[in-house]
């Protein structure tokens, strides 16, 4: 894994990101079905080095994956906030 790749982990959940530009805005950003954060690498180039782009890797495709462990693996909203929640203090800094 690179310098801009990256995984948010929560209560074991790992959602898989990779950042795009270096703007000084972010923009936070999810593939349709079928695809990766690989295919957010052209919405870098279309905001032209205002934005740093975070592309993540929706659950059941790409690098993104729910442990094992988890006993009922249902991403609940909450969860799911809580991660976007964690992400968020970690960019800001």
Do not use: C, W
Request: net charge negative.
């Amino acid at each position: 894994m690179n310098k801009n790749e990256g995984y948010i982990r929560h209560l074991g959940y790992n959602l898989f990101y990779r950042k795009y530009g270096t703007g000084e805005n972010i923009l936070l950003a999810f593939h349709g079905f079928d695809q990766t954060s690989e295919h957010m690498q052209a919405l870098s180039f279309a905001v032209d080095g205002n934005y740093t782009v975070y592309a993540f890797d929706i659950f059941f495709h790409g690098n993104s994956y729910i442990d094992e462990e988890v006993e009922d693996p249902v991403l609940t909203n909450s969860v799911f906030a809580d991660m976007m929640q964690f992400f968020s203090r970690q960019v800001s800094h």
